[in-house]
């Protein structure tokens, strides 16, 4: 079976910086789409940014400029560049990915943002 395993989360203070990684393994490859959403408590998981196989990207709104997702093809790995990172960025985040066979989640790692 295929599997999506997330790391890099933790806390940092306002105006910090973090780099998610997605690792997936088993049986996933010749991934479609690598994707990032987020869940913060009380509220519904969002979208936040998302590359195709062409590397095109897709980002929500209030993140633009301030996140940057990534693949390393060889590595079968991607990764979410989270700058400038504000307060309202805490959450739970998800990697999310598709193959020919089908698709993934990642269990999410946490991102707190706080002084």
């Known amino acids: 079976q295929g599997q999506l395993v997330e790391s890099g989360g933790g806390t940092v203070q306002p105006g910090g910086s973090l780099r998610l990684s997605c690792a997936a393994s088993g049986s996933i490859s010749s991934i479609y789409f690598m994707a990032w959403y987020r869940q913060a408590p009380g509220k519904e998981r969002e979208l936040v940014a998302r590359i195709g196989n062409r590397g095109n990207t897709n980002y929500l709104d209030s993140v633009k400029g301030r996140f940057a997702i990534s693949r390393d093809y060889a590595k079968n790995t991607g990764y979410l560049q989270m700058d400038s990172l504000k307060p309202e960025d805490t959450a739970l985040y998800s990697c999310?990915?598709?193959?020919?066979?089908?698709?993934?989640w990642g269990q999410g790692t946490q991102v707190t943002v706080s002084s």
């Open positions: 999310n990915a598709g193959d020919s066979r089908g698709i993934y």
